[in-house]
């Protein structure tokens, strides 16, 4: 059993591409917003271990709050009111430091590119995710990772996944070269994204959250 599942994994591409054309109004701008996120959408009996249980209807949730904020603050712009992120806006309590401004909202901000850890370990809850986020953004990158007897055994992906609002031009992913305890059944590691803006963009993702390997 474990060759068959060993000769479909090995042939596994290093992530699935997702487009579509959602209502979404871009303005020309040089500031673009990013939000990183641990959507913690484990497979199902992973997710009921760690007291997460409803792992479709949350990743159905997650995609759905996050897309109607998007295209909610794109109408608004549109109206003439400000952007969600402007520090005049009612909805965002400010703290106030020496060093950064800090801000809360019960509103997800206004993003152009969303950066997701265990956002696609089950690619079926991945897809789910990306169903709702296709609403507001074109371009998802999900399923990523690279599936070798040394990379990860053959078992999980990476986790990772990326949406866009821009056109993306290219996809590399690197696995982590060491990895040790549980890391060493997932395709943890780098991705880069080349994303189709003046100047043209790299954009980074990876999984914070994994354990230190002794290189010596």
């Not at 090995?10 to 699935?16: D, E």
């Not at 509103?107 to 969303?114: N, Q, R």
């Amino acid at each position: 059993g474990y060759l068959i599942w060993y000769s479909i994994q090995h042939n596994r591409q290093k992530f699935r591409y997702s487009q579509s054309s959602p209502f979404v109004s871009h303005t020309k701008h040089y500031d673009f917003t990013f939000t990183t996120a641990n959507l913690c959408l484990l497979p199902e009996s992973f997710s009921r271990f760690n007291n997460l249980n409803r792992t479709r209807w949350r990743a159905f949730e997650q995609g759905r709050v996050i897309a109607q904020s998007q295209l909610h603050q794109t109408v608004s712009t549109m109206n003439g009111l400000h952007r969600n992120d402007d520090s005049s806006s009612p909805t965002k309590s400010k703290l106030v430091s020496s060093k950064m401004d800090c801000g809360v909202t019960h509103m997800f901000p206004m993003t152009d590119f969303l950066l997701l850890q265990e956002g696609s370990w089950d690619v079926d809850l991945g897809e789910k995710l990306g169903e709702q986020l296709h609403r507001a953004y074109p371009h998802i990158i999900y399923d990523i990772g690279s599936h070798s007897l040394c990379t990860n055994l053959t078992f999980a992906n990476s986790g990772l996944s990326f949406a866009s609002k821009y056109p993306i031009m290219a996809v590399n992913f690197k696995p982590f070269s060491k990895s040790c305890k549980q890391c060493k059944l997932a395709s943890k590691g780098l991705l880069q994204v080349k994303v189709l803006l003046w100047p043209i963009w790299v954009i980074i993702v990876l999984h914070p959250c994994v354990f230190q390997v002794d290189l010596g």
